[in-house]
């Protein structure tokens, strides 16, 4: 397990939430994390509780949302509140690119462009998520109100 916290995008992943909150720590778990049900499973959680990282292009220009475990995103919520007709999941090499994770490992910090973030409202069901940290077997728990501070997330009603 060492050898994923050594990993560049764990380390990045883990200073942008230690400089936030010192007492935050990265979980490695034995198995992976890599869809919502599997991190709910290995951490023993509710699913919704599960923070899934979705990045979005929209006409080139980036979107992250931040969605409930238990929730599909939607698109048209999307395009409405960005005011774009053109808006899609974001390609693996763009997710690669735009936020320097991998998908299934895909953390809402330490990305290497800044990118606007939404939060789903959906979330705030729950005193503590869990969101992905750089790795598809690393999570990190944040109370829900400090997730918000963390990202600087806008909360918006974005699932269908």
Known sequence: MNQILNKEPVKRAEKS????????????????ARTAQDAATALGCNVGAIVKS???DCENKFILCLVSGDKRCSL????????????SM????DVKKITGYTIGGVSPVGHLVNIKIYVDSN??????????AGHPNCVFKIEY???IKLTSGDIKDIVE
């Open 90 to 93: 974001a390609k693996p090499e």
């Open 54 to 56: 979705l990045l979005f």
């Open 145 to 147: 109100r400090q997730l």
């Open 17 to 32: 939430i230690k400089d936030f909150d010192p007492n935050l720590k990265i979980i490695c778990l034995d198995q992976t």
């Open 76 to 87: 048209n919520k999307i395009k409405k509140i960005i005011n774009e007709k053109n808006v």
């Open 123 to 132: 979330l705030e069901r729950f005193k503590d998520v869990f969101a992905a």
